[in-house]
């Protein structure tokens, strides 16, 4: 089994800062590309920013600038640091990690989410 549980979401005021976490565990080979994805509602999920295992990013063109993705290999961790926060990244955010298994299966594992809410 594999899993990846996000922390760190919450409320938060515009122009402030936020971290998000992701932890990866269970029977990992290997993880390559992990990142996040957002969906407000009524709206797709979509990219916010990714980290491939060697360190280059991409980024949503609404972000850049204002997030920073990273992440630490040997904890299976990729991280969102969030700053000058806008009322439309509210969202619910969602991590994942393109991985292979124990058993060979080399697939897309998602997290269960967290709420970001900017608002005063």
């Known amino acids: 089994q594999v899993q990846l549980v996000e922390s760190g979401g919450g409320l938060v005021q515009p122009g402030g800062p936020l971290r998000l976490a992701c932890a990866a565990s269970?029977?990992?080979?290997?993880?390559?590309?992990m990142g996040w994805y957002r969906q407000a509602p009524g709206k797709q999920r979509d990219l916010v920013a990714r980290i491939t295992s060697g360190g280059s990013t991409n980024y949503a063109d609404s972000v850049k600038g204002r997030f920073t993705i990273s992440r630490d290999n040997a904890k299976n961790t990729v991280y969102l640091q969030m700053n000058s926060l806008k009322p439309e990244d509210t969202a619910v955010y969602y991590c994942y990690a393109d991985l292979v298994t124990t058993g060979g299966y080399d697939n897309r594992r998602w997290g269960q989410g967290t709420q970001v809410t900017v608002s005063s």
């Open positions: 269970g029977s990992i080979v290997r993880i390559y590309t």
